[in-house]
C-alpha cells in the first residue's frame, strides 16, 4: 500500500477546508503522516487523528525565512518519512516548494490535481479545465499539488493516537532572499475565494460599486469575485480577481455580474458546477457558459435578488 | 570594502511559444500531445520580455553593454516566439529545438532551460511569465532558481532594480499579505500581468529584429544525454486526456422587473439554497 504525506506550512487551530480535503484524499491513499513548517497545538494534533494520521512531524517555525525554511522543512520530512506521493496545496508558494524538492530528490510534480486514487493515478486539469487528463508517475517520489473544493471533506470516525515528531533539519541553506517589507491585508468574514461554495463575482459593469454583489455574497454565505477590469480599476482588491492571472475557482454555484467573459476569465471559473450570469448586453460571451442568464440591470437584479433570499430566509 | 560591480547585466529572459489561447486548443487523444499548429509566443511571457528590456533601459540602455537573450525551447516554430521577443527588444536569441526534448516534464524542462542558461553563461538574471498558458504549472521559473543556486524572486506584482547595489526586489502576495522581498543577483525572477504594460513594437523595432541574431542548439551542445530528457528523462505519463463537454447555454431570460426572484427561484429548482 502506498503511503501519502501531506505538507503544510501552517497548521491553525482549525485547518483550513482546502487542508481538511488534502487530509481527506491522504487518509484514502493509506497511513498519512503530516508535516507542518510550523508549531502545532495539541488540540489540532488531536483533530488530525480523525483523518487517520498517525504521525506529524514539525519543525518551530522561523517568520524571518521566505523560502528557506519551509524547503529544508519538506525536504527533511519527505526523506524521513518514505512516502511515495506528497500531497499539498495548490498555491504559488506551496507549489514552488513542492517543485524544487522534486528537483532535488529527483522525483516529479503534478499541478491542479483534482483527484489521486489509491493506485497513485492522478486526474488533473489541462488547458483552463477544458481537458481532464490522468497521469502517473514513473519512478521516484511524487508531488501532486490539490485544488480545493476537489474531494469531499469526510473526517474519520476511529481517532487513533498521533505521535508527534520534532523534525530534524539539516542547517538550511543560506537565505538568498529578505524580506525588507510586509503589508497585511484586511482579512473579511467571509469564506475564502478559493474554497467558497458559492462565489458572486463582478465585472467592469459593477462601475465602481461592489455593494449589491457583496450584499448577494452575504445573503448566500459566499464569497466576493472580480473580474481583472474591476480589480485594475482599483474598486476591489487584486486577490479578488479570478482567471488565467489571479485565482481559480470551482464553486457549487458562481454569479457572474457585469463580466463579459473573455477567455482570460472564464478560465478561472469555467470548472464551477453551475453558472449564473447577469449582463445587460444580451450578446455578452458569459452567457454561452452560463446555465441561467439574465439580460438586465446588475444594480437592479442583485439587490432584488438578495432582498427575496432574505424574505425566504426569514 | 567590495568595489561597485559596474559591468553590463547579462539577462536571459524564457518564452514559450504555446497554442494561441483566444482558438479552442486541443489534446490529441492518441498521442496525447497538445497540437500546436496555431502557436504564439505566450501572452504571459510577453511581460517578461517587457520586464527585462524596461530593466537595461533602465540602467543606460543596450549602448552601455547589457544583453538581454530571449531563449526557448520548443519545436521549430517557437523562432516565431523568439522574433517577437527581439522586435520587443531582447538583443539576441536563442533555440533549443531537439525531437529528443518532446514528452518532458517540468522537472525536465527546468533542467535543460537551466543547461541552457549555464551554456550562455555569466548570466546575471533569468526573467519568465508567472505561468506558460499550455502547461499552466508555474513551477518551471522556482525549479530554475533550485538548479542554478540563485535567488528565487517569482510572482513580481512589481519590480525594482537598485543598480548601485545590484539588489532586485519585487513586491509578492504571499498568504495574508503582500511582501517586498530583494535579494543580490543572480536571480529569476518571475513576473506576473501586474508587473508592466508590455510594448507593440514598432515599425522601426520590427526591422532592427531582422539583423538580430538567433543561436540554434540542440540537447547535445548543452552537454545532456537525449535519455535524460524528453519523455525518456521525465518521471510523469500521461495516460489519457479528454475534453470535458462544452458547456451549454442554458435559459436566457430578459429582466422585467422580477430576474431576481426568477434568479432565487432557479437556486432553489436546483437545490443550491
Ligand atoms: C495576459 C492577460 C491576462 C488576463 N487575465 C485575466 C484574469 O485573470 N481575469 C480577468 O477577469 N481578466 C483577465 N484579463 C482581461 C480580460 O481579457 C478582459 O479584459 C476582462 O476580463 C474584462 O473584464 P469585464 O468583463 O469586467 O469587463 P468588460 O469586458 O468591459 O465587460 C463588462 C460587461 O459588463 C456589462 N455591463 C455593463 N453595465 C452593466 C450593468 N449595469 N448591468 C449588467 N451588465 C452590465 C457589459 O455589457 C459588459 O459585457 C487578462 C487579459 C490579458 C491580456
Ligand atoms: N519550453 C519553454 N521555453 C522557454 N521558456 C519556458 C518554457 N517552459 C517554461 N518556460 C518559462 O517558464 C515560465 C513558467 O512556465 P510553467 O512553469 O510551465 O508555467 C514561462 O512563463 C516561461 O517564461
Known amino acids: 500500500m502506498p503511503s501519502a504525506l501531506v505538507f503544510f506550512t501552517e497548521l491553525a487551530d482549525a485547518p483550513s477546508k482546502a487542508q481538511r480535503e488534502l487530509l481527506t484524499l491522504a487518509a484514502s491513499i493509506g497511513e498519512p503522516t503530516v ?80 483527484n489521486v486514487s489509491a493506485d497513485l493515478v492522478v486526474t488533473k486539469d489541462e488547458l483552463a479545465g477544458s481537458y481532464s487528463a490522468q497521469a502517473q508517475a514513473t519512478g521516484g517520489v511524487l508531488f501532486v499539488t490539490l485544488k480545493p473544493n476537489s474531494i469531499e471533506d469526510a473526517p474519520q470516525s476511529a481517532a487513533a493516537e498521533v505521535s508527534i515528531n520534532e523534525l530534524a533539519t539539516e542547517t538550511s541553506a543560506a537565505e538568498k532572499v529578505r524580506i525588507v517589507g510586509t503589508e497585511e491585508k484586511v482579512v473579511s468574514d467571509r469564506p475564502k475565494l478559493t474554497e467558497a461554495r458559492v462565489v458572486v463575482a463582478g465585472g467592469r459593469g459593477v462601475n465602481g460599486d461592489f455593494g449589491a454583489v457583496e450584499q448577494l455574497a452575504d445573503a448566500l454565505g459566499g464569497a466576493v469575485g472580480a473580474s481583472r477590469a474591476a480589480t485594475d480599476a482599483g474598486w476591489i482588491s487584486h486577490d479578488a480577481q479570478i482567471g488565467q492571472t489571479g485565482v481559480t475557482v470551482s464553486p457549487q454555484v458562481f454569479i457572474s455580474a457585469g463580466i463579459s467573459g473573455a477567455i482570460q476569465q472564464k478560465a478561472g471559473m469555467q470548472t464551477s458546477k453551475c453558472i449564473i450570469a447577469i449582463n445587460k448586453d444580451v450578446d455578452a460571451p458569459v452567457f454561452e457558459i452560463a446555465d441561467f442568464g439574465i439580460v438586465g440591470d446588475l444594480a437592479k437584479v442583485l439587490p432584488q435578488a438578495a432582498e427575496e433570499i432574505r424574505r425566504r430566509q426569514a | 570594502m567590495t568595489e561597485e ?15 494561441d489561447v483566444q482558438f479552442d486548443r486541443h489534446i490529441d487523444s492518441g498521442s496525447l500531445r497538445l497540437d500546436r499548429s496555431e502557436s504564439v509566443l505566450s501572452e504571459l511571457d510577453e511581460y517578461a520580455v517587457e520586464a527585462a528590456v524596461a530593466l537595461v533601459e533602465s540602467q543606460g540602455g543596450f549602448a552601455a553593454g547589457h544583453e538581454v537573450i ?38 525536465v524542462t527546468s533542467k535543460a532551460l537551466a543547461a541552457l542558461v549555464e551554456h550562455v553563461g555569466n548570466v546575471d538574471l533569468v526573467v519568465t511569465g508567472m505561468s506558460s498558458t499550455d502547461a499552466e504549472t508555474s513551477v518551471v521559473p522556482a525549479q530554475l532558481a533550485e538548479r542554478l543556486n540563485f535567488a528565487q524572486l517569482t510572482h513580481a506584482l512589481s519590480v525594482d532594480f537598485d543598480g548601485a547595489s545590484r539588489e532586485l526586489s519585487i513586491r509578492r502576495d504571499h498568504a495574508e499579505s503582500t511582501l517586498t522581498l530583494a535579494a543580490a543577483l543572480p536571480a529569476v525572477l518571475s513576473v506576473t500581468d501586474q508587473a508592466n504594460d508590455p510594448r507593440y513594437p514598432n515599425f522601426k523595432a520590427i526591422m532592427a529584429a531582422k539583423k538580430k541574431s538567433i543561436t540554434e542548439l540542440s540537447v547535445a551542445d548543452l552537454g545532456l544525454a537525449a535519455e ?26 430578459n429582466d422585467s422587473g422580477q430576474a431576481g426572484i426568477a434568479l432565487v427561484d432557479f437556486l432553489a429548482e436546483q437545490k443550491l439554497i
Request: hydrophobic letters at 50%; proline letters at 3%; glycine letters at 6%.
Open chain 1, 35 to 114: 508535516a507542518v513548517a510550523s508549531e502545532v497545538s495539541q488540540a489540532t494534533a488531536e483533530q488530525l487523528a480523525s483523518y487517520g494520521v498517525a504521525k506529524l512531524l514539525v519543525a518551530p517555525a522561523n517568520h524571518a525565512s521566505f523560502l528557506e525554511h519551509s524547503l529544508s522543512v519538506l525536504e527533511a520530512a519527505v526523506k524521513q518519512s518514505t512516502a511515495d506521493v506528497v500531497l499539498v496545496a495548490n498555491d504559488n508558494f506551496n507549489r514552488e516548494v513542492a517543485a524544487r524538492i522534486a528537483v532535488r530528490v529527483e522525483g516529479s510534480i503534478i499541478t491542479d490535481a483534482i
Open chain 2, 5 to 19: 560591480n559596474t559591468a553590463p547585466l547579462k539577462i536571459v529572459v524564457l518564452v514559450k511559444h504555446v497554442p
Open chain 2, 70 to 107: 530571449a531563449a526557448s525551447m520548443g519545436g521549430k516554430s517557437a523562432s516565431n516566439s523568439i522574433k517577437k521577443a527581439l522586435q520587443m527588444g531582447a538583443s539576441s536569441g536563442v533555440h533549443l529545438n531537439d525531437e529528443a526534448l518532446i514528452g518532458s516534464d517540468t522537472v
Open chain 2, 228 to 253: 535524460a530528457v524528453g519523455a525518456a528523462g521525465s518521471r510523469v505519463a500521461v495516460l489519457s486526456a479528454e475534453a470535458r463537454p462544452a458547456r451549454e447555454a442554458g435559459t436566457v431570460i
